[in-house]
């Protein structure tokens, strides 16, 4: 029972929470994050909640000519398990732009077999109900296969900014965001989970 769980756990890795000054810079390093998972032979999918950044991805991925496919069905925990790897949503080298919304909750039966497939999961932004990224998670968690999530977001981001104050402003600055792409930021993510929490009923 032991093995079985440590042998989960390390299917699956959560990132920290990754952010740029704008949006474009943003672009720019989901482009080169989504080079490397290829490069590895990943397949990636990513994540959008709102209609707005998904409209944006669909322009960055032309813009920088990858080939993408859009996912319009409902994604299911069993189908991909009896996949073996071999469902359209589990290509090697192939992206996937999938809305939020359609990643159902489920849980891995205790049989299913574990797949040679490696997946990143790239969360472009944050739904203002916490619970929809709860349900990414948890499904990511539950994949029979190695995967591996993070979410890269925008200090532009609307929800970003509610919980963005000079003084983190300057902390992020201090850290090197004017001289990377992205940058890592529990505080935000902490501040920005917290806000969200409280949001609820």
């Known amino acids: ?3 079985k769980w440590f042998r989960r756990w390390m299917r699956f890795r959560r ?3 990754a952010y740029a000054r704008d949006r474009q810079r943003l672009g720019a390093a989901v482009i080169e994050a989504l080079d490397r998972q290829q490069s590895l032979g990943r397949t990636v999918w990513l994540v ?8 944006q991805t669909q322009q960055l991925l032309e813009e920088n000519q990858v080939a993408y496919d859009v996912v319009t069905s409902r994604i299911e925990m069993l189908p991909l398990v009896r996949s073996k790897g071999k469902s ?7 992206v996937k732009l999938v809305l939020a919304n359609l990643i159902s ?3 891995r039966p205790e049989t299913a077999p574990l797949s040679s497939t ?16 709860e349900q990414i998670d ?3 968690r539950n994949l029979p296969m190695q995967v591996e999530l993070g979410y890269f977001l925008s200090l532009e981001d609307p929800l970003v900014l509610q919980v963005l104050d000079p003084t983190a402003l300057i902390v992020l600055e201090q850290l090197g965001l ?17 806000h969200l929490r409280k949001q609820q009923p």
Not at 181 to 194: G, N, Q, V, W
Request: with cysteine; charged share 30%.
């Open 178 to 194: 004017d001289q990377h792409d992205l940058i890592t930021s529990s505080m935000i993510t902490s501040r920005l989970d917290r």
């Open 118 to 133: 490696s997946l990143a999961v790239f969360v472009l932004d944050r739904s203002e109900d916490i619970r929809d990224d």
């Open 15 to 17: 990132h920290d929470d």
């Open 48 to 55: 959008v909640h709102a209609l707005d950044v998904y409209e």
């Open 105 to 107: 909750v489920s849980h």
């Open 1 to 3: 029972m032991v093995f």
């Open 88 to 94: 359209s949503l589990l290509g090697v080298d192939s």
């Open 138 to 140: 948890s499904f990511c």
